[in-house]
C-alpha cells in the first residue's frame, strides 16, 4: 500500500509521533500550506508543499526551494488539505496519515473531521490528533485489538445503526448517531472485535499511545 503524511497547519504533532510513522512506512511527507512551518521547526524535510499560500511563511517556501516540489494552487474552492489530498489520490497513494489537523480554531477542525468523510472510498485517511486515532468506516469492521482497549465509536446520519460483537457494553441493531445516542468509551474484551454498520457511516476513535504499544497501527 502506497502511505503517505499529510501535515495541515493546525496543532503540530510531536516529532517522536512523526518518527514513529516514518517507520512504519509514511515516509513521504505533503505539507499543506502553512503545515510547512511546523515541517521546518520540526526538522522534517516535505517532499511537497502544497496551497493557495495564504499561510506559510515566504522564508519558509524558500528554505524547501531546491528540496521539495512546491505547487502554488490559488483557487478557493477547496481546502489546503483538500488539495493535498487530491495530489495523493492522483499520485496513486492509497492511505494518508493526517496530522496538524485539529486546533485552535473549531470551524478549521469541524472541516477537517468532515473530509474524512467526504474523501471516503477515494483514498483512506486515517487522523491522528495527538492521542487520538480517527478513522471512518462502513458495512462491517473487524478489529484487531486487546482485551480492556478503550474504542468510542459515532454514527453520522440519524438513521445508523450498529451491532457489536467483542465489545463489553452490547450493542444489538442500535441507533448510534452524533447528537442522540452515542458509544463513547466502549471495551474490547479479546484480541477480536467487530462492528455491523446500517444506513451509514460511521467514526472510530483510539488511543494512538495504546495501538503503538500494542503494534496495531
Do not use: W
Not at 496543532?11 to 517507520?23: C, D, M, S, T, W
Not at 512506512?25 to 499543506?32: E, M, R, S, T
Not at 516535505?46 to 515566504?58: A, E, H, Q, R
Request: hydrophobic share 40%.
Amino acid at each position: 500500500m502506497k502511505k503517505c503524511i499529510i501535515l495541515a497547519n493546525g496543532r503540530p504533532p510531536e516529532k517522536a509521533a512523526v518518527k514513529f510513522l516514518y517507520e512504519k512506512g509514511y515516509n513521504y511527507l505533503i505539507c499543506a500550506d502553512g503545515g510547512a512551518d511546523a515541517a521546518l521547526k520540526l526538522k522534517l524535510n516535505p517532499n511537497v508543499i502544497i496551497g493557495d499560500f495564504d499561510s506559510v511563511l515566504p522564508d519558509t517556501i524558500k528554505r524547501f526551494m531546491d528540496s521539495a516540489e512546491i505547487i502554488q494552487i490559488k483557487r478557493q474552492s477547496d481546502t489546503d488539505v483538500e488539495k493535498a489530498l487530491k495530489f495523493a489520490i492522483k499520485n496513486g497513494f492509497e492511505q494518508a496519515v493526517l496530522l496538524g489537523a485539529t486546533g485552535d480554531r473549531l470551524d478549521h477542525s469541524f472541516c477537517n473531521l468532515g473530509i474524512v468523510f467526504k474523501y471516503f472510498g477515494k483514498i483512506e485517511i486515517i487522523l491522528v490528533s495527538e492521542q487520538s486515532v480517527l478513522t471512518a468506516h462502513e458495512k462491517s469492521v473487524e478489529i484487531n485489538s486487546f482485551s480492556g482497549e478503550t474504542i468510542s465509536f459515532y454514527g453520522v446520519a440519524e438513521n445508523t445503526k450498529v451491532t457489536t460483537k467483542g465489545f463489553k457494553y452490547k450493542l444489538a441493531d442500535a441507533n448510534i448517531f452524533f447528537g442522540g445516542r452515542e458509544s463513547t468509551s466502549n471495551i474490547t474484551t479479546g484480541k477480536k472485535a467487530r462492528l455491523e454498520i446500517k444506513g451509514g457511516k460511521i467514526i472510530l476513535i483510539r488511543n494512538f499511545t495504546a495501538l503503538k504499544e500494542h503494534d496495531l497501527f
